[in-house]
Nanobody, 124 residues
Framework: QVQLVESGGGSVQAGGSLRLSCAAS????????MAWFRRIPGKEREFVAA????????RYADSVKGRFTISRDNSKNTVYLEMNSLKPEDTAVYYC?????????????????WGQGTQVTVSS
């Protein structure tokens, strides 16, 4: 069993920054790819960023590329999402997710455990 707990959400003005964290339980973290997804009100859940098991390979949605950075610390069983130059359209509930493989892509079906989500609100 894996539990994922997100933190770091909040309210910020456009142009600001936030750092999300996702703490994972279990002994499989260092062998698992991790990702962040988000659900914007009225829309389907969408992929934001993913990182491979070692933190050496990352991928991003085009909408966040150059503004967001995903990273991980396997010694702390934690994955991060650094969000800069935030825009009102980034307002969403952000979820972290685990994939039972060393590297994973942008599809929800690849991920088997999900956190409860953390709200990010960006005001103009």
């Amino acid at each position: 069993q894996v539990q994922l707990v997100e933190s770091g959400g909040g309210s910020v003005q456009a142009g600001g920054s936030l750092r999300l964290s996702c703490a994972a339980s279990g002994r499989t973290f260092s062998n698992s790819a991790m990702a962040w997804f988000r659900r914007i009100p009225g829309k389907e859940r969408e992929f934001v960023a993913a990182v491979n098991f070692a933190g050496t390979n990352t991928r991003y949605a085009d909408s966040v590329k150059g503004r967001f950075t995903i990273s991980r610390d396997n010694s702390k069983n934690t994955v991060y999402l650094e969000m800069n130059s935030l825009k009102p359209e980034d307002t969403a509930v952000y979820y972290c997710a685990r994939a039972p493989m060393l590297i994973a892509g942008p599809f929800s079906r690849e991920y088997d455990y999900w956190g409860q989500g953390t709200q990010v609100t960006v005001s103009s």
